[in-house]
């Protein structure tokens, strides 16, 4: 017989057991305190037909009225759990429930989330890829994310799903500046982002798959041998070797290509 405080939250709704069967694996990461809320939350999440906040997850589980709801945002920005740790166990339990065989193939992606406010200091602007065009420039104000998403095949759905398993927040350029760092392009995070996940999945073939923004030679050149990076070239691309590196005794003008 199960317990009755092992199916609630607090003095809330119970959570359903199999949800707590589906988290179990990110269990031994989380507080008892922080576990609870985060049942809610996760809960929350996929009850809600619009915007996936942490009021809109309150309310649909039916604790609008909570006196506690600052808990429940705390658990995102001062609870002490690790996101990278969680993500590794997360790609680990996608690949292996759904690509245990053959390449896995990793969608890479940047999205703008549009954010305002005196306390989002790491927002930017950038191009709105949606909403712009080749002749008209539309600006767009808010938090640039790099996501990197398995792309898996699912059996009972007949299609493939892009299932994140890594995101990534990329600071703006004034944002670093301002905090005196080094600041870093997105094809910088996203070298980062495809060494770690080739560190996280040691002996597979990764296919990384992403658009003419990462169409870089310091991504490409930073990838492994087991890895493979697909993008779309510019149509003026230039595919040639560096040239020769040059000495005291080298005649003539510098070499553009090899």
Request: glycine fraction near 6%; proline fraction near 8%.
């Amino acid at each position: 017989m199960t317990d009755h405080n092992e199916n609630r939250v607090g003095s809330g709704d119970p959570v359903p057991h199999i949800l707590r069967q589906w988290l179990s694996s990110f269990r031994p990461w989380f507080t008892a305190p922080s576990w609870d809320h985060l049942l809610v939350l996760v809960m929350g999440a996929i009850l809600s037909p619009g915007k996936r906040t942490v009021t809109a997850c309150l309310r649909i589980t039916g604790r609008a009225e909570a006196g506690n709801f600052s808990l429940y945002h705390q658990l995102l920005n001062r609870a002490r759990w690790n996101p990278r740790t969680l993500a590794a166990r997360l790609l680990s339990i996608v690949v292996a429930s759904l690509v245990p065989d053959g390449p896995i193939v990793i969608g890479m992606d940047d999205t703008i989330e549009r954010r305002w406010g005196p306390k989002i200091a790491a927002r930017g602007i950038y191009r709105d890829p949606v909403r712009s065009s080749h002749g008209h420039f539309v600006k767009a104000s808010g938090l640039r994310w790099l996501s990197f998403m398995v792309l898996a095949p699912i059996p009972w759905a007949k299609c493939i799903k892009a299932l994140p398993v890594l995101t990534l927040l990329c600071p703006s350029e004034r944002y670093d500046k301002n905090r005196g760092r080094n600041h870093k392009l997105l094809t910088d995070w996203a070298r980062q982002g495809v060494l770690q996940l080739c560190r996280w999945l040691p002996g597979c073939d990764i296919i990384f798959v992403g658009d003419s923004s990462f169409a870089v030679h310091t991504l490409a050149a930073a990838l492994p041998d087991r890895a493979t990076l697909i993008t779309r070239l510019r149509l003026d691309a230039s595919l040639f070797a560096p040239p020769d590196p040059r000495h005291e005794h080298t005649l003539g003008r510098p070499a553009l290509r090899a």
